[in-house]
């Protein structure tokens, strides 16, 4: 699943897909979901886009035209993909998989606003509060759950595998939004007053730099939990703090992007040291949009202002990375967005990224930046490796040799202990017959030969029978 794929030989358009880097076994994966027409949509046009979910192409454009772009992914969803379809194709239960064993995966969704990211993440569906905004109902129908409930629901099952298997495993679970450049933890009380339920100071949280943990997050709370029924009332609670909105384009957007991550410690011992730990990343980025001409400035427009600079921010660092040779330099300290995704894309991590699309002719324009975006950062890799500190792995191998090593000398004493009890079982008469067998082989040609040497053995067999030493020398003396 995570190997390089081919390039379609009609591909001449300077937008279609850039060669994925060959041999590569990290590469960023890109899924693209096709979200079905709203209802405002319902008699727009779809001539425009074409899916081909089987060969994993869409195309854009008169078909055989010189304008003309197709486009090749690692997945493709349609219309009539539901979220369970999604999650298969994505490949979401390797990335799961990869976090158990100390890798760290991320899946982020990417597209313009009202594409269907959130939903596509979440899987909740948003309704008008009292004071007009947009909250989430989190009594969702369990097929219409996003990626991230079900990543988490995996998430527990292959730790519960691991630790059939002996190890001991460790979920700690942190939820934060970036709104307008600063960071705002949705599990605790540093929340915009403005724009969450809880009061709390304005200012966010710092992300700091480290060597050995690239860009953190200061002070973000992190719970342990220990089923996903904890993690998931955690989800609800930050999903019901994050910042929404409704614009002209979308009844509930986000307004801010959010981030999920799950950390995974593999422990030595119930309460012993880390010796791996994952990190399961899942970001629903808010969506680009234009604002229409003539509207008033509004906190809405501040909003998208900032959010489409961030996005361009993350736009140009794919551009580096797609093209490395052109750009030796990519700017991940032009936004705090470019900062947190750092070890995502280019990094240490395995990572899917979902662009959403509208198959609406009156968002192709975005449909088609989208895309473009999406097949670049295809041919971004990365390089996984397993997060562990060395000191301890080799504590690991060791404590495993010395086992084995233990293993093995019990199997060959119990081996050796087996050997005697056959050779005595041999014997003709045990202990005894050991002796009996040299003395015969004594005595045979001293009673041929009529010397004195072959009554020399007889008396010795009787004397440690215990016949007593009298007759013993007797024998010596006839």
Known sequence: VWGGATVLPWLNSPMATPPRNAGSSSAVRVLVRCR???????????????????????????????????????????????????????????LV??????????????????????????????????????????????????LIPRAIHELFSCAAAAGGAGAHMRVRMSYFQLYKEQIYD??????????????????????????????????????????????????????????????????ASSRSHCVVQLHVDSLDGPHGSTLASGTLSLVDLAGSERQPK??????????????????????????????????????????????????SLGGSARTLMV?????????????????????????????PRVNADPKLSEIRLLREELSSLRAEVVRLTALLSDNDEADQAAAPFGSFGALLAPTACAAAPGNSGGGAGGHVPVPQLRADSGKGSGMAGSGMAG
Request: hydrophobic share 40%.
């Open 36 to 94: 079905p027409l709203l209802p405002r949509e319902a008699s727009g046009v779809t001539a425009t886009l074409r899916i081909d979910r089987t060969a994993c192409t869409v195309g854009m454009g008169a078909p055989g035209s010189s304008s003309e772009t197709r486009f090749r992914f690692d997945g493709v969803a349609d219309p009539a993909c539901d979220q369970a379809d999604v999650y298969a194709i994505g490949g979401v239960s390797e």
């Open 186 to 251: 949705l599990l605790a009380s540093s929340l915009p007053a403005d724009r969450g339920p809880a009061r709390g100071p304005k200012r966010g949280l710092r992300l700091r730099w480290a060597a050995g943990r690239e860009f953190f997050v200061e002070n973000l709370s992190e719970y342990e939990v220990a089923s996903p029924a904890e993690a998931l009332e955690l989800f609800r609670l930050g999903v019901a703090h994050k910042a929404m909105a409704e614009t002209h384009m979308n009844a």
């Open 355 to 383: 662009a959403c699309i509208s198959i609406a002719d009156e968002a192709a324009d975005e449909s088609l930046s989208t895309l473009s975006y999406a097949a670049r950062a295809r041919a971004i890799t990365n390089v």
């Open 294 to 343: 003539g509207v008033e400035k509004s906190a809405n427009m501040v909003d998208s202002v900032e959010i489409n600079r961030s996005l361009f921010a993350l736009r140009k660092v794919i551009v580096a990375l797609s093209e490395a040779r052109r750009h030796p330099h990519v700017p991940y300290r032009d936004s705090v967005l470019t900062k947190v995704l750092k070890g």
């Open 97 to 146: 998989a990869s976090t158990v064993s100390g890798y760290h995966a991320t899946i982020f969704a990417y597209g313009q606003t009202a594409s269907g990211k959130t939903f596509t993440m979440e899987g909740f569906e948003y309704q008008s509060d009292r004071a007009n905004r947009p909250v989430a109902n989190l009594q969702t129908d369990a097929a219409k759950l996003g």
